[in-house]
């Protein structure tokens, strides 16, 4: 009889395990540039919440942008959601910008913090606006709008999948504009103004979605937190999959390594060469780079120091400037900005690489060419008097010193001898 009234309560008990298990969501943070390392661990969190039983996902965003490939990667795993994921610019003063933008359109609810923005989605080129011309007059050539015809058609299918405001879409895209939270949401881009998750969760209760051709309702009444973090091996990596860190990288690597191949036994130079050598490497397994880029960098390199050899009046110093710029613009292939190494960082990198080649460079040069003045190496060049006559080998006095001395010739009493080399304790001179 007792194991027939245990029943009821263990199916009880069996049953509310369940719902509470259920009544959960997933919380992934989006912070900073979008790329590689960012893609894989949302996928692979997006994954991992569906298989835990999440009811839903938050996304809580804050970008200025990123990799175009890293952002469709994102998106193609909140399209294919088999639960929701909204979309949270959050916390207050977050953006939603470039790659943001996209993803924010394609999330199932799309929501803001006050004080956010979202927007500014045009591809740029730093190069192409730097070498824009066009026999006609049109501003733009055509591989450039390929590349925006295809970003707006992009946009415009993403707005038109979830519902919202496609004429915004296009012309965030084409015109870059940017909204802020109130506008966004006016307009139709966004679905909830929310101040805190807790205000968001609020708003979500109830909420009736369309997810995957079925109806979908909200259910957040004492629903639990679960977060999806970053392992400590992404966070790691995630430092180093930066468009700036990876360029840095590269500079501090020429520089260092060039030094210690100039003057072998430095030691300090090159360590920290080979380190940011490694560095980079890592960097480029994770944002793939151009190599044309790569090879205008070294160029520029090759150009600043031929200019300390050989007078050229500034004429291999301005080559040098406009490879490196060239190639800095060129060195990641990313339309989105927050993709690639901004003109101002470009610019203030020129005039760092400037000064330290013409400073510190110049300096070690010289004191290469240098001759040296002390020790025994001090003695080549020096003039000493022949002490007494001799023919092959004799004695010679130089700085005060008495010197054995070897001599291809025959040496007078006081005759002028140079000294050209050291052999042993032995003097090779020659007459002055």
């Known amino acids: 009889m007792k194991k027939i009234r245990l029943l009821p309560v263990l199916f009880f008990l069996a049953l509310s395990v369940n719902l509470f298990a259920e009544n959960k969501y997933a919380v992934v943070e989006l912070s900073g540039s979008v790329n590689p390392i960012v893609a894989q661990y949302l996928t692979e969190a997006m994954e991992k919440a569906v298989s835990d039983g999440n009811q839903f996902i938050v996304i809580q ?46 999330s199932h609810v799309a929501a803001m913090a006050p004080g956010t923005e979202i927007g500014a989605m045009h591809p740029v080129s730093p190069m192409l606006d730097f070498m824009k011309k066009d026999r006609q007059g049109d501003p733009e050539g055509v591989m450039e709008k390929k590349v925006l015809n295809d970003t707006i058609a992009y946009a415009r299918s993403l707005a038109q999948k979830r519902g919202r405001n496609v004429d915004w879409a296009v012309d965030a895209v084409s015109r870059a504009i940017s909204n802020s939270y109130k506008e966004a949401h006016k307009a139709g881009v966004i679905d909830i103004v929310a101040e805190d998750m807790n205000d968001l969760l609020k708003q979500l209760n109830n909420r009736t979605i369309d997810l995957n051709g079925e109806r979908f309702t909200f259910k957040t009444a004492n629903i639990q937190e679960v977060k999806y973090l970053m392992t400590w091996k992404q966070k790691m990596v995630n430092r180093f999959a930066d468009p700036q860190i990876i360029f840095l990288l590269f500079i501090l690597a020429i520089a260092g390594i060039g030094i210690e191949f100039k003057n072998p036994g430095m030691f300090v130079p090159g360590i920290i060469g080979g380190v940011a050598l490694v560095l980079f490497l890592l960097g480029i397994r994770i944002i793939p780079i151009n190599g044309l880029g790569l090879i205008l960098i070294i160029l520029a390199f090759t150009l600043f120091i031929l200019e300390l050899k050989f007078q050229s009046y500034g004429l291999l110093t301005a080559g040098g400037i406009v490879s490196f710029f060239l190639g800095a613009t060129i060195l990641f292939d990313s339309p989105l900005p927050g993709g690639g190494i901004p003109l101002s960082s470009i610019i203030a990198m020129i005039i760092v690489v400037l000064a330290f080649v013409f400073l510190v460079v110049r300096s070690v040069i010289n004191v290469h060419k240098a001759q ?49 080399s050291i052999s042993g304790m032995t003097l090779l001179v020659r007459k002055k």
Not at 96 to 103: L, R
Not at 379 to 399: N, P, Q, R, W, Y
């Open 372 to 420: 040296v003045t002390t020790g025994r190496e001090g003695m080549i060049g020096e003039e000493g008097t022949a002490l007494t006559d001799f023919s092959g080998t004799g004695k010679i006095s130089v700085h005060g010193e008495i010197w054995n001395a070897e001599f291809p010739g025959e040496a007078k009493k006081g005759d002028r001898l140079v000294v050209e």
């Open 61 to 106: 965003m804050d970008t200025p942008g990123g990799l175009m490939d890293a952002m469709r990667e994102i998106i193609k795993s909140i399209l294919t959601s088999k639960i929701p994921v909204v979309v949270y610019t959050y916390p207050k003063g977050a953006q939603a910008a470039s790659a943001g933008g996209f993803i924010m359109l394609a």
